[in-house]
């Protein structure tokens, strides 16, 4: 198996990374997090979680002060977990370092999993999906969301833009060509994996998950006040957010 790719630790990469999440007002906070968060159980009192790609470990924190007995966080980056470490001051969360894919955890069992934008980056999705599995209780819930396909589908993710810089539309081209994709972000080379909405919906089933609801989520009223260039997210989303349970047998 290949090496996991660990573009977070790339110092021009994390730096960029680092300075986009603190504002407060990347895609992620005001679009993928609040629907993320509307999937999981009405109340996480008691549950153990385990977050997959846990970054800064913002997800684990907050779980925690709602009542989660435990969260262990995964990442597999160095630069991401040591940050993560820094801002938590809680025996109730655990960081590991490991790439998703050769997740192992000793028969360890958990009530949640979690992962924000972190399976687009895995070359064998169906694969972590029965790892995913093998460490769900029977009746617990998987959450996820990932890059949206129509964004993947071609490398550039880009608008196409009239002469005076106005986004005309969305390209949407190689849409059933799955496999890697190369696009820039912050660097160079990043290495993204496109699949389709059938694909993830199909491989959920075929693990023994039962999905209870998609999301292709636009941005809130709230954060369309403060931030209007967000209208834009309306005309193609950026995200695909999906809560499944698994199949008591």
Same mark, same amino acid.
């Given at each position: 198996?290949?090496?996991?790719?660990?573009?977070?630790?790339?110092?021009?990469?994390?730096?960029?990374?680092?300075?986009?999440?603190?504002?407060?007002?990347?895609?992620?906070?005001?679009?993928?997090?609040?629907?993320?968060?509307?999937?999981?159980?009405?109340?996480?009192?008691?549950?153990?979680?385990?977050?997959?790609?846990?970054?800064?470990?913002?997800?684990?924190?907050?779980?925690?002060?709602?009542?989660?007995?435990? &969260? %262990? $966080?995964?990442? *597999? !980056?160095?630069?991401?977990?040591?940050?993560?470490?820094?801002?938590?001051?809680?025996?109730? +969360?655990?960081?590991?370092?490991?790439?998703?894919?050769?997740?192992?955890?000793?028969?360890?069992?958990?009530?949640?999993?979690?992962?924000?934008?972190?399976?687009?980056?895995?070359?064998?999705?169906?694969? &972590? %999906? $029965?790892?995913? *599995? !093998?460490?769900?209780?029977?009746?617990?819930?998987?959450?996820?969301?990932?890059?949206?396909? +129509?964004?993947?589908?071609?490398?550039?993710?880009?608008?196409?833009?009239?002469?005076?810089?106005?986004?005309?539309?969305?390209?949407?081209?190689?849409?059933?060509?799955?496999?890697?994709?190369?696009?820039?972000?912050?660097?160079?080379? *990043?290495?993204?994996?496109?699949?389709?909405?059938?694909?993830?919906?199909?491989?959920?089933?075929?693990?023994?998950?039962?999905?209870?609801?998609?999301?292709?989520?636009?941005?809130?009223?709230?954060?369309?006040?403060?931030?209007?260039?967000?209208?834009?997210?309306?005309?193609?989303?950026?995200?695909?957010?999906?809560?499944?349970?698994?199949?008591?047998?």
């Amino acid at each position: 198996m290949n090496a996991p790719q660990n573009i977070y630790d790339d110092p021009e990469f994390f730096a960029g990374y680092r300075k986009l999440r603190e504002t407060g007002t990347g895609l992620n906070d005001v679009l993928e997090q609040p629907a993320l968060w509307s999937l999981l159980p009405s109340s996480l009192r008691g549950l153990t979680i385990l977050d997959l790609g846990c970054g800064f470990g913002g997800f684990a924190r907050k779980a925690r002060t709602l009542g989660a007995a435990s &969260v %262990l $966080g995964v990442d *597999v !980056s160095e630069k991401m977990l040591e940050l993560a470490a820094q801002l938590t001051n809680d025996d109730g +969360i655990e960081y590991r370092r490991m790439g998703i894919e050769e997740l192992s955890l000793d028969g360890r069992a958990f009530d949640l999993v979690v992962s924000s934008l972190a399976l687009h980056y895995i070359p064998d999705y169906r694969a &972590v %999906l $029965g790892k995913i *599995v !093998s460490v769900l209780r029977p009746g617990g819930n998987f959450v996820f969301s990932v890059e949206h396909p +129509i964004c993947t589908a071609l490398p550039q993710q880009q608008w196409v833009r009239d002469d005076k810089g106005e986004p005309l539309h969305w390209p949407v081209d190689n849409y059933r060509m799955e496999g890697e994709r190369h696009t820039n972000w912050f660097v160079e080379g *990043v290495v993204k994996y496109h699949r389709t909405i059938e694909s993830y919906v199909n491989g959920l089933i075929e693990a023994g998950l039962t999905i209870q609801r998609l999301l292709e989520p636009e941005p809130l009223v709230e954060a369309l006040v403060s931030i209007p260039d967000l209208e834009q997210q309306r005309r193609r989303p950026p995200f695909l957010v999906i809560g499944t349970r698994r199949n008591e047998r």
